[in-house]
Nanobody, 128 residues
């Protein structure tokens, strides 16, 4: 079982940037797709960005495309999310997750049920 710990959240003004990190321990990190999800106040958890085990296939939610960049370092067992041009609607708890699949089409990697291990989340608050 992989254990995931997120870090890097905080309070940032609109238009600012943050980098989230997710450190993985245990399991075979490099064998599985990874993703970031978020859950805003009163909202359901939603897919933000994900990538295949080798980082070749990368997917973004339309709401963050061209602003966020997801990446992974399989040598260091880390997943990152570079967030630029942040908006108040990006305010949420951000979670990293490891998939039960190594790769998959977009509609598969967007599903919550495609992931079986989650971090505890890190709060991102964007002020207007």
């Amino acid at each position: 079982q992989v254990h995931l710990v997120e870090s890097g959240g905080g309070l940032v003004p609109a238009g600012g940037s943050l980098i989230l990190s997710c450190a993985a321990t245990g399991g075979n990190f490099k064998d599985y797709a990874m993703a970031w999800f978020r859950q805003g106040p009163g909202l359901e958890r939603e897919f933000v960005a994900g990538l295949s085990n080798n980082g070749v296939n990368v997917y973004y939610a339309d709401s963050v495309k061209d602003r966020f960049t997801v990446s992974r370092d399989n040598a260091k067992n880390t997943l990152s999310l570079q967030m630029n041009s942040l908006k108040p609607e990006d305010t949420a708890v951000y979670y990293c997750a490891i998939s039960i699949y190594g790769d998959g089409m977009r509609f598969i990697l967007q599903r919550l049920t495609s992931y079986d291990s989650w971090g505890q989340g890190t709060q991102v608050t964007v002020s207007s």
